[in-house]
């Protein structure tokens, strides 16, 4: 008996055998996840794997099919996340999506305000809210606006109203994925300040260092089946994705080396909003990293040099004459494209088909007549679905209907067909599962190998060190050094250093 | 509870779901006319059908320009008042300076296309809220059209002018011979060209677009411009219905083609419409009113009618399409 009372203390969240479908689609097979008090729980696969999936489950989001879940020893049941947070779960959503003109005190008492008599007790209530973010040392009163709060700030009054409602379990989905370096260690802080509480933590995360930084466990899923859990200590970074996959990945970044040509694009002394007298030049065939912590003006310069927001200083050149742009559609003219980091927000409209939004951008260069070549438009796309291996039933569906992946690669599809000479990626794996993204990673060098210069800004260094040719790091929006290849190969370069000019240091 | 969900009439539910999508409207169109056929068997006579499609074809040329300034998320509310305007300078051209009709009905159609793109311009340039500046434009414009006709109904002998209502091509009338020609232009204007493409783009991600090189101010102003050139022609098909030219016509007007845009499947959240939903859309307004004139129903009660099949129709459209929320 006094086992089996010590067993269920064990574990906070139990559970078993969990299936669900959607029509004829096995979301979940039998899928096990157990989670002990006060641990943080990591949770991996590509994504289609199950994990959000199971996390709707959790929250009363979706009813499995089948299976049981018992939270705190007790079997739990909720139809909704209002229910599942009275119970003691709380989930934070990869996109947030605050009430922009609520105050932070609103937003954390929502829809459990103080009140008096049917008035609402706007003093004592911003009171409360004071007293709870002293204890977080947040840097904002309780009367500021959401709207006013960076996307950090907001997660951490997400994180905020959780613990106020005595969260017992927090689901972090991709709790990173817009945060820089700093905020990521501040968001660590938080976690392991909550772990010590005796919070239990569900995190979700393609990115592997953090899994490694901050997880005590990791579950894997792969195709909607659990493939086991492991304990973050002795299990090894290749182990976890041939767990993920199921077969052995051997290089992480397939980049190939290929000839490096004359200067396609070159910027003098460009400025603007966020970023000051940049200089650089890339060549035919090179792949130039962009790394820096986010808001470093790095993705402001190249919406600067896309004609996305307005340049007050400097020149641009392309293949040695000088080129003004103003707006995306000249830049698209010379052959400068622009791949996105929001790509819901400026990639696709996703209610169209593939088709439409693959055709769009180009549709001024191919299409001259005053109805549209439909055919010759088909073939495009479907060459180019193709040679990306785009997964869709027909390029007539909607965007929406895709995966993360393959709506990118849609993304890089409708780039391609312009034909640029020089493509600018912004985070172009975000969001992307393990497998898509290595296939994103090998198009890159066969776009290289075709002679296109490209551009990657990436948050994660791994990534950016793994494929660029050069890496030029962004501090407080002005470049900060520069990195070879063969530096970062021979050891002289690594990532300690790198970081280290990101945050201003030489 | 899952299994049971599976097969409706027979179809798998999501086959039944994407054909209702598709062709759900159809159906409703479909339905009316039995049911009104039923209730008034001289409802399904050749002449009563020509007769409405006569009729329809005024609200038909407002509601593809209402559809195109929907589908770009916004909505052109001064229609009504373009209507009244293009009536009025036709009066007072025809009727009281003598022109002829030709240049009379181009001065006309030219000065509702320029307002709207007026309206076109404030709303892409200055990034008006689309109700805000066709709500005020349209106090404008129907305040120039009672400027235009001294406040006075002017009547318009001209037969020839007249004839643009009742001359027939065979057994056609000729504004049916319009609606069919316009019919067909939008659907090539919507699917077939880049202007079409840019509409849905700018309607479904405004960002995505600019950021695919599309120009706002271009498509909008455009848009806005096309529904003004489709008032005019309502406009000029509606004095010749009258023969006289007032200020106080086409009152409410706007409600109808969003009526007949809604229910063709013309989504508030831009990006989404189809030509022949609308054009289902306008002739289920127009069987509504004849349908129920026929059967001898008081027009209060028309008016409720309409409004309870929106209402309906959008309804079910969000139960069917309930998946892609």
């Known amino acids: 008996m006094a086992e089996e009372m010590k067993k269920k203390e064990e574990y906070v969240l139990e559970c078993h055998g969990i299936s669900k479908a959607f029509g004829g689609t096995q979301a979940l097979k039998d ?45 739990y049941s909720v139809k909704g996340p209002v229910e599942a947070l009275n119970a003691g779960i709380s989930m934070i959503h990869q996109e947030l999506n605050p009430e922009p003109h609520l105050s932070i005190a609103e937003t954390i008492f929502l829809k ?315 985070e172009p794996t975000r969001g992307v599962d393990v497998g898509a993204k290595s296939e994103i990673h090998s198009l890159m060098c066969e776009f290289a190998a075709k002679g296109m210069a490209v551009i990657m800004i990436s948050s994660e260094l791994p990534e950016v060190m793994g494929m660029s040719d050069r890496i030029l790091i962004y501090h407080e929006g002005k470049i900060n050094g520069e990195v070879k290849r063969e530096e970062i190969l021979s050891g002289d370069e690594n990532q300690e250093s790198i970081l280290r000019r990101a945050f201003g240091g030489k | 509870m899952a299994k049971k969900e599976e097969k409706v009439l027979g179809m798998d539910r999501e086959k039944f779901r994407m054909f209702m999508g598709k062709y759900g409207i159809g159906v409703i169109l479909l339905i009316m006319m039995v049911f009104i056929s039923i209730m008034e068997p001289a409802f399904r006579s050749g002449s009563n059908m020509v007769n409405v499609a006569t009729q329809v074809s005024i609200n038909a040329m407002i509601a593809y320009g209402m559809c195109l300034a929907i589908t770009t998320e916004g909505i052109d509310l001064s229609v009504g008042a373009q209507l009244a305007l293009v009536s009025c300078i036709l009066g007072q051209l025809i009727s009281n300076k003598g022109w002829g009709i030709i240049p009379a009905i181009v001065v006309a159609i030219l000065v509702s296309t320029a307002w709207g793109t007026i309206n076109g311009f404030l709303i892409s340039k200055f990034n008006m809220f689309p109700f805000v500046v066709t709500l005020s434009t349209q106090l404008i414009i129907r305040g120039l059209a009672q400027v235009v006709s001294g406040g006075q109904a002017i009547p318009i002998t001209d037969t020839t002018f007249k004839q643009i209502y009742s001359a027939k091509l065979g057994p056609i009338p000729f504004p049916i011979l319009v609606l069919i020609l316009a019919t067909v232009l939008m659907y090539l204007v919507l699917h077939w060209t880049k202007f079409g493409r840019y509409v849905f783009a700018v309607g479904d991600n405004m960002q995505a677009a600019i950021a695919s090189g599309v120009s706002i101010i271009k498509t909008k102003t455009a848009t806005y411009a096309i529904s003004g050139f489709l008032a005019g022609i309502a406009g000029v098909i509606f004095t010749a219905k009258t023969a006289s030219a007032q200020s106080n016509i086409g009152v409410g007007y706007e409600t109808d083609a969003v009526a007949a845009c809604v229910l063709g499947g013309t989504s508030f959240a831009g990006g989404v419409t189809t030509v022949p939903g609308v054009l289902m859309g306008i002739f289920i307004i127009g069987f509504i009113y004849n349908g129920m004139n026929l059967i001898g129903i008081d027009s209060y009660y028309q008016s409720m009618t309409k409004g309870a099949v929106i209402i309906g129709a959008v309804l079910l459209d969000m139960v069917m399409n309930k998946k892609n929320g």
């Not at chain 1, 008090?37 to 089948?66: F, P, R, W, Y």
């Not at chain 1, 003098?268 to 470093?296: A, Q, T």
Request: glycine residues 8%; contains cysteine; hydrophobic residues 40%.
């Open chain 1, 31 to 75: 899928v096990e996840l157990l989670v002990r008090a006060g641990e943080v729980h990591a949770l991996l696969g590509e994504n289609g794997a199950g994990k959000s999936t199971l996390m709707k489950c959790i929250i009363g989001l979706h009813q499995q099919d089948e299976g049981t879940i018992q939270f705190e020893g007790k079997p």
């Open chain 1, 112 to 426: 459990r305000e103080d009140t008096r008599g049917i008035f609402l007790n706007k003093k004592a209530q911003n009171e409360r809210a004071e007293e709870i973010l002293r204890k977080f040392d947040f840097p904002h009163s309780a009367k500021t606006l959401m709207k006013e709060l960076t996307l950090a700030q907001m997660q951490m009054v997400e994180i905020i109203k959780a613990v106020s409602c005595n969260a017992r379990l927090i689901i972090m989905d991709e709790p990173t994925s817009s945060l820089d370096s700093e905020e990521t260690e501040h968001l660590f802080r938080t976690i392991r300040d909550l772990k010590s509480k005796g919070v239990a933590i569900i995190y979700i995360s393609h990115r592997m260092e953090e899994i490694f930084e901050i997880c005590d466990h990791v579950s894997v899923f792969r195709d909607g089946t659990y493939v086991g859990e492991r304990s973050m200590e002795g299990v090894t970074r290749d182990e976890l994705i041939s767990m993920m996959v199921g077969r052995k990945v051997e290089n992480v970044f397939p980049k190939t080396d290929c000839e490096i040509g004359d200067v396609v694009f070159k910027v003098e002394g460009l400025s603007g909003k966020g970023f000051e007298d940049i200089s650089f030049e890339v060549r035919k065939g090179e792949i130039l990293g962009i790394s820096g912590l986010v808001g470093s003006g790095r993705s402001e310069t190249m919406r600067g040099i896309f004609g996305m927001d307005p340049i007050t200083a400097g020149q641009m050149y392309l293949e040695g004459k000088e080129i003004k742009i103003k707006k995306p559609s000249q830049a698209i003219k010379q052959g400068i494209c622009m791949v996105n980091e929001d790509r819901k927000n400026f990639g696709l409209a996703l209610h169209r088909s593939i088709r439409e939004n693959m055709a769009l951008p180009t549709l001024p260069l191919k299409q001259k007549a005053p109805l549209l070549n439909k055919k010759q438009e088909e073939k495009d796309c479907l060459d180019m679905g193709k040679m990306l291996t785009l997964k869709a039933a027909s390029i007539e569906h909607e965007a929406f209907s895709l995966s993360g992946g393959n709506q990118q690669k849609v993304v890089l599809a409708k780039w391609l067909l312009a034909n640029p000479k020089v493509l600018i990626l912004d």
